[in-house]
């Protein structure tokens, strides 16, 4: 994996804050700002852009965390910018450190980690998981 990507490489994604990204719940609106679970969504996205760029057609990201550290709040309308960049490797994993600002305020920073897997074996994994109805093997 190392040789399909380099440390310290950046990629940047733009999002113009909508209704849908607001904090909404079942009772109702609980502030008219983009909502960390909007956020995570976003900053998710900016991370799967190395992937998207590398991997071959028989491979699929997978997510395997996200850390989020909430600073500011991005107003609907506003438009956040995403900065991701690869921090580390490990194996199949792609570790990266997401900046959001808007304007110069940050908004987030962020770590995502990201597999790239085999689509055969995310099945095998997927169908393991409903055949045994939610159970993983021990």
């Known amino acids: 994996m190392e040789k399909r990507f380099k440390i310290g490489k950046k990629a940047y994604y733009s999002h113009q804050v909508q209704l849908s990204d607001l904090a909404v719940f079942e009772e109702g609106m609980v502030h008219p700002v983009c909502s960390t679970f ?3 969504k976003h900053i998710e996205w900016a991370s799967r852009i ?3 760029e590398v991997k071959h057609s028989d491979e699929e990201g ?3 965390y996200l850390h989020i550290k909430h600073a500011s709040p991005a ?3 506003q438009v956040m910018q995403f900065e991701a960049t690869i921090t580390a490797l490990k194996q199949n994993e792609l570790i990266c ?5 808007v304007e110069k305020r940050i908004i987030a ?3 995502t980690g990201q597999k790239i897997i085999k689509k055969k074996r995310l099945k095998e994994i997927f169908s393991s998981l409903e055949n045994n109805d939610g159970k993983e093997k021990r």
């Open 50 to 52: 190395f992937v998207l």
């Open 97 to 101: 450190e997401v900046v959001v600002k």
């Open 75 to 77: 107003l609907l309308h």
């Open 62 to 64: 997978i997510g395997t």
């Open 38 to 40: 909007a956020l995570a």
């Open 109 to 111: 920073k962020a770590y």
